[in-house]
């Protein structure tokens, strides 16, 4: 039987993704810090892993990174309490929540959803499998990116506005959470463009580093 990351990737479960988490980020874009978590849907077709690159989407010039920590859920359940919600995490990633950013500009102007800004196969580059005795607290690990070795992001997840056992909870209020999901926790600041050729090197610091190119 699969383990560890295989296991998570194989099932193919969905993607659950936290917007606008860390207030400088919010500020950055020009939003403002939401009173309750933005949550979208990325599907299964934009997992990557490592040695394939990501890919423009039809209709992007401007293509945006955004390094998260990814929780991988390895309990399933619905209408979860905050209180047992840790009981719930199989472990930890590394993500990149891949945006275009001219797509979600568009989209946000006309009030519509991101799904084709966040959604489009390359979207979601994931790491190895962390296992979760490494990460004893997840709101207190150094995140950060690097664009062809200039440093773009550098946060932590203390600064998180909404922390993981909410999050578990508040989602699963709405949609039951399968062993194998993954929820994205949203970005930190310092999002910036890629270009073609780009090396994005990302890490969380002592726990897992992953590199990719951007093809056009
Ligand atoms: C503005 C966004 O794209 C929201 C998002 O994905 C985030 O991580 O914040
Ligand atoms: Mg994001």
Redesign the pocket.
Known sequence: MASGLSRFVELGRKIV??????SE??AE?G?KVPTEP?I?LKPTTSYLKEGNAITFPHGSDNL?H?V?LGVVIGKPGFQIRESTAMEHIGGYTLAL?M?A?DI?DKM?KKGLP?TL??GFDSSCPIGSFIPPDKIPDPHDIEIWLKVNDAMKQQGNTKNMIFKVPFLISFISQFMTLETGDLI????PSG?GPVSPGDVITCGLTGLATMTFTVNK
């Open positions: 993704c936290v917007g606008r988490n860390y980020h919010a874009l939003n933005v979208f945006h955004e998260e929540d945006t950013r979600q946000k991101w800004a966040k994205l926790t949203g970005t999002v």
